[in-house]
């Protein structure tokens, strides 16, 4: 299977995790997503890390795919979560 | 008490062993006097049977009548006194011999002085009768009173015998039973003082190196681990509140000042965001100290799969290789393929995130980290600071944090989990230092 990413013809490399992420919040673009939602769904985690595995996540893949363009696609929604696109 | 004692006694399994002794060494007395009977008695009773049948064969009973007659005269005075004789007609008129029986007919006769009527100082005689031509009927008979005394003999002896096995044997048992039910009601009594009062009083063993010493050591052993326990909870209690008391004071602080002071809206969001982040704490503690009670219950075992350990941990690493960038430290792993384990996969999960978060936390802001796994045995070894050898054995309790972690947040029990999980999947947990750093080594056998 192969993972093409690219945002306005750019094309974006990203690590198996970060694609995961990534394909999970644009089947769910537009809504926001919890960081619980994203520890069960994307890691399959069950429980509640100590480190900051969604935010490292997050950051990651936004300075992946946000870097360098003039709209934000990954929004982070205080005390609530993350949202791609939409409002 | 005494009567309850008695009704008790015929319940206990010695009793009944000793029961079931009884009987069998009745029946082996049985068995003894049988063969007495039969090499005495009956020995004799044959030796007399062989004289009688002798003593006939000499007799002409086939000749005729008269010459039978006067053979019977002749052995009547030749005779020894044991010997005894009669000829009998068909009309039942004696025609010879020193006896003259009631019952006279064909075959082997008893006759007994109490029934028959038999020469003086006789008790008992046996006789052989056959009917000859004419209808008369000759009878020899043998005194027989040796065979009843010894017969006599051997009946009582083997009733007193009998009798003297059955009741030594009760007597036996019943003593017995009683000294081992004295000795479980000593046991009892010891258990019900202890439950009632002073769990850490122990039960005296007997001392005798017995069952009761094992049972003693057991039950002891069952004290040990009902005061082990009860400690633990006594402790968890006290931890437990130790532990939250810190965060709800902080928010309660918090909620506080915000209250005295004017606030605008900016400030206002900051003290919900701040509490927020407070109660968040107390909620993952609370739900860290379910999670582990419940795997201490054994639960999930039921559910447990073939699980890919190798496809687990590269998920794992993968995950946390970024997390540690993020934060300026480094991960890296080796994880041979193929390695699969019996298990429950969210918890496998939460056992390595655990260990990986721990050494994320507290190696230092620029640690290394390492995941390596060959077959069963998973290490995961960091530069950082290292645990002093002294607290190995103890950084797996309960609510255990070191003195350097002290104050950042989280609840204490992360390696307590792993330590839950481990066990739960049988596998070993060991901690080494490796100077600088320390490895953790979970071996799932």
Known sequence: ?87 | MERRTGGRLVNTTSFRLALMGATLSALAACIVFAIIYFATAGSLRAQLDRDIRNEIAELPAAGPPVLLRQAVDQAVQDAPPNLFYALVAADGQKLAGNIRPARIYPGWHTYRADRDRLPPKIDAMRGFAVQILNGSILLVAENASALVDLNEIIIQAFGFGFGLTLLLGLAGGALVGRASLRQIEAISAASREIMAGDLSRRIEPPGRGDEYDHLAASLNAMLARIERLMGEVRNATNDIAHDMRSPLARLRETLELARRRALDKSEFDMVIDESLVQLDECLSRFSAMLRLAQIETGSRRAGFATIDLSALLRNLAETYEIVAEEGGQSLTHDIAPGSFIEGDRDLLNQLFANLIENAIRHAGPTAHIDLHAQGRIVHITDDGPGIPSTEHARIFQRFVRLDQSRHSPGSGLGLAIVAAIAELHDAHVRIENRHPGVMIEIDFG
């Open chain 1, 1 to 87: 299977m192969s993972q093409l990413v690219t945002r306005q013809g750019k094309k974006i490399t990203l690590k198996p995790r970060e694609y995961e992420l990534l394909e999970y919040l644009m089947r769910h673009a537009g809504q926001v997503v919890t960081r619980t939602m994203l520890l069960e769904d994307v890691w399959d985690f069950h429980f509640d890390p100590q480190t900051s595995v969604v935010e490292s996540h997050i950051s990651r893949l936004r300075s992946k795919i946000d870097r360098g363009f003039p709209v934000e696609l990954l929004a982070t929604i205080r005390g609530a979560g993350y949202r791609l696109g939409g409002d």
